[in-house]
C-alpha cells in the first residue's frame, strides 16, 4: 500500500505563486508516473502535470509556462510550483501515483488552493 500526502495549498491572490508538495510513502515498488491533478467545484477531475519515472513531464495547456512538476527521487516527493496564479486555478490539488501507464492506482487526499482576484 502507497500513501501520499500533500501540502501547501492556500489562499493568494491572482498573479502570486504557491509550491504543492507530494509524499510519498509504503510499499513504493513500482512507479510509472506520478501526477497533479484538480478539481474545482462542479467539474471533472483534470490533470494538471505529470512526470514519469525517467522524468519526462507533461502539461495541461491551461497551465504551460507557468507551472512546473519535479521529482525528487531521495526524497519520494513531488512538487508542482504554480506561478502566475489565476481565479481559474482554484480547485482542490491532488497527487496520484500510476504504478503502469494507464490509470491511477493511489490518490492522496487534496489539498485546495484558493486565488482570489
Known amino acids: 500500500q502507497v500513501q501520499l500526502v500533500e501540502s501547501g495549498g492556500d489562499l493568494v491572490q491572482a498573479g502570486g505563486s504557491l509550491r504543492l508538495s507530494c509524499a510519498a510513502s509504503?510499499?513504493?515498488?513500482?512507479?510509472?508516473?506520478m501526477g497533479w491533478y484538480r478539481q474545482a467545484p462542479g467539474t471533472q477531475r483534470e490533470l494538471v502535470a505529470r512526470?514519469?519515472?525517467?522524468?519526462?513531464?507533461n502539461y495541461a495547456e491551461s497551465v504551460k509556462g507557468r507551472f512546473t512538476i519535479s521529482r525528487d527521487n531521495t526524497k519520494n516527493t513531488m512538487y508542482l510550483q504554480m506561478n502566475s496564479l489565476k481565479p481559474e486555478d482554484t480547485a482542490v490539488y491532488y497527487c496520484?501515483?500510476?504504478?503502469?501507464?494507464?490509470?491511477?492506482?493511489?490518490w492522496g487526499q487534496g489539498t485546495q488552493v484558493t486565488v482570489s482576484t
Open positions: 496520484a501515483l500510476s504504478k503502469y501507464r494507464f490509470g491511477v492506482d493511489y
Open positions: 509504503g510499499s513504493i515498488v513500482s512507479i510509472n508516473s
Open positions: 512526470i514519469s519515472s525517467g522524468g519526462i513531464t
